[in-house]
């Protein structure tokens, strides 16, 4: 082979070289912002609304509007008894990996009409839960679950209702005995007794007419429910039933209960301005009964004397 052929050869090897790093080099300084690129177009971690307590919680508690809020939730991990509002999509129990995702969300009227059908379909809306009694204790930011609270009209509702320590008991009432209907549940009132009284044998004759009494047994007491309404509608101004269910201590459930079997009980509404004395039994007053006898125009009366 000639030398100059060689010569040639060697030049062009020498020259591909060269462009093999140039190329390379060109090549190396846009790695970067591609991988940056490529990073930006990763997709956000969808998001779910999971209703969560504002506020330490205790047992007893009656929850309202301000002890609520809703708090953003990685759908990923959504407890099925999480409370959400239904506007995100949840995968099913039974979703199997590698699933298409869901479909994005509708938009406008069509997003609201399948909002509220979520809605009425997971009871996810915080109006519903309103209202109701905690069962457990629940820390500020804690999901909240059914099993620590209690809905009205669930079982369970009233012993969960009630105040540490105190029982609820049941009387029977009429439309005149409960203030015409007036008395609705968490309302305070006093209780009366109307009871027959006794008259000494000394001043009592057969024919004589019957003569009663009347006296408070409780005040203050506050009203639990009426029949099975242990709240009214918004829309209510009175409610009407045929029992009334008190919220009354221990001793004092034994003294209403002695009350009932003496007489007809009465249900004294009570300002919302006179609701912070005390509550419970009124100590009876020493009373010593006697009957005298009136003549007047000739006929007999008898007064009972206190």
Known sequence: MKPARIIVICVAAVAAIGLALVVRAMG????????????????????????????????????????LAWKDWPVDEVNPA?????????????????AAPAAAPPEGAVASVTRAASNLASGGAKADYVGSVVREPILAGEPIVGRKIVRAGDSGYMA?????????????????TAAGGFILPGDRVDVLLTRETTL?????????????ASSTVMQNIKVLAIDQSTRAGDDEQAVVGATATLEVGPRDAEALALAKSEGELSLVLRSYADTGGPSGRVAPVARQSSAVRVYRGGAPEVVVVQ
């Open 28 to 67: 190396s300084p846009s790695s970067s912002p591609t991988a940056v690129a490529t990073a930006a177009v990763v997709p956000t971690r969808p998001m779910a609304k999971v209703l969560v307590a504002a506020k330490d919680l205790q047992p007893g508690q009656r929850l309202t509007e301000s002890d």
């Open 200 to 212: 000494s044998n000394a001043g009592a004759q057969e024919g004589d007419r019957s003569k009663f």
């Open 82 to 98: 999480f409370i959400t509002d239904g506007t995100t999509p949840l995968p099913s129990a039974d979703a199997v990996e590698g």
């Open 160 to 176: 969960a209702y009630l105040e540490p320590g105190m029982r609820a008991m049941a009387i029977r009432v009429t439309v005149e």
